[in-house]
């Protein structure tokens, strides 16, 4: 049988594998469904799209500058998790462990600033949720990404802090215990990894529906 | 704002108490007092312990499965009583409006409606396949155990603001499929649609954990040797529903969440103003909810392919066809939502081809008819509850499955939508489909889960009831629907409906004595446990994995995990002789040890809906808080499993093989005797 945790663990040691392997596989699962709820959401945007009721329009209150940062920002963000699951797998060390995974949660951190004043600037504008059906529209997509991103933040802080607790290192570690502990630290970084780089696959499908398309149509 | 804005919100004294009619009054007094009496009980009894320890905590998928069911039994309990007050109400209000303020009867309708789909049917299915699937596979437990406890309770809260809403406040009337614009803040201001909207949310987020949970523990926990098309029929349609949930349960969140937004953030998804769309929301509630009637329906389908075969004595037939089918019948489902509103405006080729596609669905389902028919064929019938329901499904699931086919019709349906003839046909596939399937499940997998048989004179008592009331209550609304009456209909004027009207109300009749024959048939089993016990474990000379250990079985379900060689692998490991063997070792085993994440969950999820519902923000907020705290403490537990030793192991199973050895194994003529103590003769016929 055939088995792809991601992980470095197969040759390591066989039962730690076949432990992580039902909870990835369960985890790809999960943001399966989550893409189904993002599919809605766009698919609903795309019904309302130029619904203004006499309201600003994409050409009004979109930016391209901000959202490109946006944009920047999180796909750094990704790069630098990247760069922690790479330092993870060849164990480079605590330290810089905890220095990725800190650059992708500034970067996560810098997104969600620049959305939040993008959205305080459309409101300014007269762009509010109960504006207009797009504009409904609109701040549900944008704003369940948002929140995924912030939720996504909150579990970069908490696997920091286990990484401290627990150590994410499988070599230096004596007990059996330990060790157990340490391979649920990186499992856990792996789903997040994979929860993080799912929001960059919507965030992209966003920027180009929502303001590309906004700013050219 | 004031303090009391702050603290209670919309919360007051009059808008709380339920005054508005006596026998809303007389009903939130049953919920307190019902309530109140469970306390005391458990108070007087000591159990507030074992009841936190042993139950609500547990992560066994058995325990769990056993109190989703025990959920669905108590929420099925309600939505019949107000389904009796409802045909009550229709036989007496020709002319007159009857008992019911039309207020009240559209909760009515509304509540009976969300709680047999969400609260009744859903717990229940869920629960049998939590109890059953796992032993089928030969699995020690789900994949995830803690999410499974998260899911219930998440179910549970959602039942539970059904339950408050009763006491405090009103619920909604705007139906099971809360349409808007009816729902939006514009024409109900009042808390009743955002009970709707969180019960709703709650469970549909149970329900796509579940169908994640299940998926991925018949992807991956299979026994050695159970490839998917060795695994028993019931799995597979647990697959399917699973699959199901996980693409299904999404639209429906989405549509309560836009719907919610609209009414707490004036959005206009759904507004007639300011661009809202009321298709939108009809498009992604039907997304959802024909996807739904098939996650109701496959596990029964599942129940019945197992009985027919065991109560048979024969392999099921054309096994693959039925697995083929269920598949199609699953993808299929995600085609025709368009036939929920054939009449609301598209052209009549688009009408047209989902019209043509809803047929299709008569296809494979025909298949699986004609497999279990072909079951039973020269099979060594016994005419035991479970295939009494099964066979009773048969007769009165075709009769259903033909007025769906004349419903797909377009050009019928433009006549005869929106009359009480869809509500014959829905009730006349859930009943004697799903409820027939869940109450054959639990009289089939009863005894493997406590050790004791039901009495078979009530479960005949049970069926007997359930059937003519159906006939009685149903039938007669398929004439009614032609005749024009429109479905939830408080009062009417027309002379020709009152005959059926009062043959229906006649067999809602029928239909409480079956809800209470339900409780009697559990409560004399109980009673007689000692003369039908089945320590040995196999009472239907069963085929499948479940029946191969002891009755209740151990925690970790199997002393050792055992090795798949084909279909029906305990039925050839009885007839080779190879069933009941010593193994030559044992090895420790490793079991998840209890936790209060589940319950606390559901606590924080009250809270939010609760909070949400009547505008106290502290309190939607704080179980906010207490949801996300406590899974962040809990992925801080060290210990979550806990070992149990191989010798420990040893001992429990060879205890059990000693007491077999002293069982006098019952040929199938004794399967209901005291006799039968759950050794079966191994003769295969
Ligand atoms: C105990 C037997 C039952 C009786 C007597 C019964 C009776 C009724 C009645 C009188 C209505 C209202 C019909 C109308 O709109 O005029 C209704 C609606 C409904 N029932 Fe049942 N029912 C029963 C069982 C079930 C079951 C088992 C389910 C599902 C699993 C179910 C699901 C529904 C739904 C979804 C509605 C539609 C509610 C709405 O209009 O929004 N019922 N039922
Ligand atoms: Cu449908």
């Not at chain 2, 499965?65 to 009583?81: D, E, K, P």
Request: aromatic share 14%; hydrophobic share 55%; net charge neutral.
């Amino acid at each position: 049988m055939s088995r792809h945790p991601g992980l470095n663990l197969a040759h390591a040691d066989e039962k730690a594998h076949a432990e992580a392997e039902p909870l990835l596989f369960g985890f790809w699962v999960f943001l399966m469904s989550d893409l189904v709820l993002f599919a809605l959401l766009f698919a609903t945007y795309a019904t309302m799209m130029g619904v203004t009721a006499g309201g600003p329009g994409p050409k009004q209150l979109f930016e391209l500058g901000p959202a490109a940062i946006e944009t920047a920002a999180l796909l750094c963000s990704s790069l630098a998790y990247g760069m922690a699951t790479l330092v993870m797998k060849y164990e480079r060390g605590r330290v810089w462990l905890l220095f990725w995974l800190g650059a992708a949660l500034l970067l996560g951190l810098v997104f969600l600033c620049f959305e939040i004043d993008d959205f305080v600037g459309m409101f300014a504008k007269g762009g509010g949720i109960g504006r207009s059906g797009q504009l409904s529209a609109f701040f549900a997509l944008v704003g369940t990404h948002g929140l995924h991103v912030t939720f996504g933040c909150l579990w970069i802080v908490v696997m920091m802090i286990q990484v401290l607790v627990f150590g994410a290192e499988r070599r230096d570690n004596k007990t059996e215990r330990e060790r157990l502990l340490a391979d649920r630290v990186q499992t856990r970084i792996l789903r997040l990894g994979l929860f993080w780089h799912f929001l960059d696959i919507v965030w992209i499908g966003i920027f180009s529906v929502v303001y590309l398309q906004g700013l050219t149509a | 704002m004031t303090l009391n804005d702050w603290l209670f919100g919309r919360l007051t004294v009059q808008a709380a108490l339920p005054f508005y009619s006596a026998i809303a009054t007389a009903a939130a007094s049953i919920v307190v007092v019902g309530a109140l009496a469970v306390v005391v009980l458990l108070t007087k009894f000591r159990l507030w312990r074992p009841l936190w320890s042993e139950w609500l905590t547990s992560l066994d998928h058995k325990r769990i499965g056993i109190m989703y069911v025990v959920l669905a039994l108590v929420m099925l309990s309600r939505a019949v009583v107000e389904a009796v007050m409802m045909r009550a109400q229709q036989a007496v209000s020709y002319d007159s409006p009857g008992y019911l303020p039309a207020d009240h009867f559209a909760q009515l309708f509304t509540t009976h409606g969300t709680i047999m789909i969400f609260f009744m049917a859903m717990p229940f299915l869920t629960g049998i396949i939590n109890y059953a699937m796992p032993l089928q596979i030969g699995a020690r437990d789900v994949s995830f155990p803690l999410l499974n406890s998260v899911s219930l309770g998440l179910t549970a809260a959602g039942a539970a603001l059904m339950m408050i809403s009763l006491c405090i406040g009103r619920f909604s009337t705007g139906g099971w499929s809360g349409y808007p614009p009816f729902t939006e803040l514009a024409f109900s201001p009042d808390v009743g649609p955002d009970y709707w909207i969180w019960a709703v949310t709650l469970s549909s987020i149970g329900s796509t954990l579940t169908g994640i949970n299940f998926a991925v523990t018949i992807y991956k926990e299979r026994a050695p040797g159970m490839h998917l098309f060795r695994m028993p029929l019931f799995c597979w349609t647990a697959l399917c529903t699973s699959i199901l949930m996980i693409f299904a349960m999404p639209p429906l969140t989405v549509a309560t969440a836009l719907l919610a937004l609209d009414r707490y953030a004036g959005a206009h998804f759904f507004t007639n103003g300011g661009g809202g769309d009321v298709m939108n929301y009809i498009n992604l509630f039907w997304l959802f909810g024909h996807p739904e009637v098939y996650i109701l329906i496959l596990p029964a389908f599942g129940v019945y392919s197992e009985v027919f075969s065991t109560f048979s004595a024969k392999a099921l037939y054309g096994y693959r066809s039925l697995v083929y089918a269920t598949m199609a019948i699953a993808v299929l489902s995600f085609t025709v939502w368009l036939h929920h509103f054939f009449t609301m405006g598209q052209g009549a080729n688009v009408n047209a081809v989902f019209g043509i596609a809803t047929m299709l669905i008569g296809i494979p389902t025909g298949v699986k008819i004609y497999d279990w028919l072909l079951t039973m064929f020269r099979g060594r019938i016994r005419f035991a509850v479970p295939l009494l329901f099964a066979l009773g499904f048969i007769l009165m699931f075709a009769i259903g499955g033909m007025t769906g086919i004349i419903l797909a019709n377009p050009g019928i349906d433009y006549q005869v939508h929106n009359t009480v003839f869809l509500v014959a046909h829905f009730h006349n596939v859930l009943i004697p489909g799903l409820l027939f399937g869940m109450l054959a499940a639990v009289q089939y997998w009863f005894p493997k889960a406590f050790g004791f048989r039901l009495n078979e004179k009530w479960g005949r008592t049970v069926f007997v009831l359930w059937t003519a009331g159906f006939l009685f209550a149903f039938m007669p609304l398929y004439a009614l629907g032609l005749l024009g009456l429109p479905r939830r209909t408080v009062e009417y004027f027309q002379g020709a409906y009152r005959p059926w009207t009062l043959i229906a109300a006649f067999g809602a009749l029928l239909l409480l004595l079956g809800l209470f024959a339900v409780g009697a048939w559990l409560f004399v089993s109980v009673r007689q446990r000692d003369d039908n016990r089945v320590p040995a474990g196999d009472p239907w000379n069963g085929r499948t994995l479940e029946w191969s250990m002891s009755a209740p079985p151990p925690e970790y379900n199997f002393a050792v995990r055992p090795r798949v060689t084909g279909r029906d692998q305990f039925m050839r490991d009885k007839l080779g002789g190879m069933a009941y063997l010593r193994p030559d070792e044992y090895e420790d085993i490793e079991i998840p040890l209890g936790s209060a994440v589940g319950p606390l969950l559901g606590i924080a999820g009250i809270l939010c809906g609760f909070g949400l519902t009547w505008h106290i923000w502290w309190m939607a907020a704080g179980g906010l808080l207490l949801s996300i705290g406590t899974v962040i403490a809990r992925s801080f537990v060290r210990e979550t499993t806990r070992i149990v030793p191989a010798g420990e192991v040893r001992l429990q199973h060879e205890a059990w093989l000693g007491r077999l050895a002293m069982e006098r194994p019952a040929s199938r003529d004794q399967e209901i005797a005291p006799s039968n103590r759950g050794l079966a003769l191994a003769d295969g016929s």
